[in-house]
């Protein structure tokens, strides 16, 4: 049974009004970045099974499963593969193609839940079957380097989008992370060539993680007619932190017609710590909106991703709390419901009807 069919339990278990909730399930509500697959390729978390609680309380890891997705009634998600950087350069290819298959055979497996969907036309009618409409997206480029015809093959691969780099350097271009150790040395000519290799195959160039001057070497060598996205982030304005972007960077996204989804991390968003609140989600999605227009805010919550979330947001099945807090702040019904997935389909739909 989904939480739709329960929904004033649901509501009455999360604290927030039945109008909150009501918007929460009229919406599209789309998760720019899932990594729970990391586990299941790591420690064989079972991504089938419903896990009633998070191993470790709600840190790191345990926040998503198939189950609790399709009761949190999620319409559509990124689930990512992410690129072990330690791996010799010409294994990463043949692990990347591994990892796919088995993240594709997972979504295959639940039918009546899920449909794996690689466009708009394909989003649209996985949602009009009432099925979780899952893309797929790499993190970490670096993937794609080490094989000859790596880059060739792109078209193949089915995947939405590529997050440049990662939590290290890379052949790219160097990563925001204090772990780059050196000076920021911007974009490599690897990294031009694999951003025009991307926009030719109608692959979103994610810049999340990658470094201030590199950002902007991709803002430079993108195509101009394509949207940008930085899926999993949070804004410095709000709390100044190597991770997140300043307010240029929100902008030149927005520019490009692209979206910046926020990430749940307590430390990104402001409580290095002890956990934070949802509220803290809403401040950072609440600037974005400012500075960079309400055509470009989205949610990544970077689930799963090793992060300790805001303890009233420790899972998928805590979402629509954010609406409870957008609507007490003065949202629009019709702004939110962007927030939660409309900005996303608008970029979908340009890039890969």
């Known amino acids: 049974m989904t939480r739709a069919r329960e929904a004033g339990e649901w509501a ?28 299941s390729r790591l420690f064989g978390y079972d991504l089938r099974a419903r896990h009633a609680r998070a191993p470790l309380g709600g840190w790191f890891l345990g926040h998503a499963d198939f189950p ?16 072990n950087p330690l791996r010799e350069a010409s294994d990463r290819f043949r692990t990347l193609l591994s990892n796919l298959a088995a993240l594709k055979a997972e979504f295959a497996a639940e039918p009546s839940d899920f449909a794996f969907v690689r466009t708009y036309a394909e989003y649209r009618a996985a949602r009009k079957n009432r099925l979780h409409a899952a893309f797929i997206g790499i993190q970490g480029g670096n993937a794609l380097d080490g094989v000859e015809d790596s880059i060739e093959q792109l078209p193949a691969l089915d995947i939405l989008r590529v997050t440049l780099v990662h939590l290290s350097n890379s052949s790219i271009g160097p990563t ?3 772990l780059r150790l050196g000076p920021d040395g911007g974009l490599t000519g690897f990294g031009r060539e694999l951003i025009n290799r991307l926009e030719c195959a109608k692959i979103l160039v994610d810049l999340a993680h990658i470094s201030a001057q590199a950002f902007w070497d991709a803002v430079d ?43 749940f991390h307590s430390a990104f968003l402001g409580r290095s710590t002890f956990r934070g609140r949802a509220e803290q989600v809403v401040d950072h999605l ?22 300790i979330p805001p303890r009233d947001l ?9 609406v409870e807090i957008m609507l007490a702040r003065g949202f629009k019904e019709a702004l939110i419901q962007k927030i939660l997935g409309g900005n996303f389909l608008r970029v979908l739909e340009e890039v890969r009807p």
């Open 12 to 39: 009455r278990e999360l604290g927030i009004s039945r109008a909150a909730l009501d918007l929460y399930l009229a919406s599209e509500v789309i998760d720019l970045h899932l990594d729970s697959f990391i586990w």
């Open 68 to 83: 609790r997705v399709r009761e949190a009634e999620l319409a559509g998600a990124t689930w990512v593969v992410t690129t």
């Open 176 to 178: 925001s992370s204090p």
């Open 221 to 263: 060598a993108h195509n101009p007619t394509l949207p940008l996205v930085v899926t999993h982030t949070g804004v410095s304005s709000v709390h100044r932190h190597w991770r997140n972007l300043d307010d240029a960077q929100l902008r030149a996204v927005a520019e490009s017609g692209g979206v910046v989804g926020v990430m």
């Open 286 to 307: 609440a600037h974005v909106v400012r500075v960079a227009g309400e055509d470009a805010a989205a949610i990544g919550s970077d689930f799963d991703g090793n992060i």
């Open 314 to 322: 420790q899972s998928v099945l805590e979402f629509p709390r954010l």
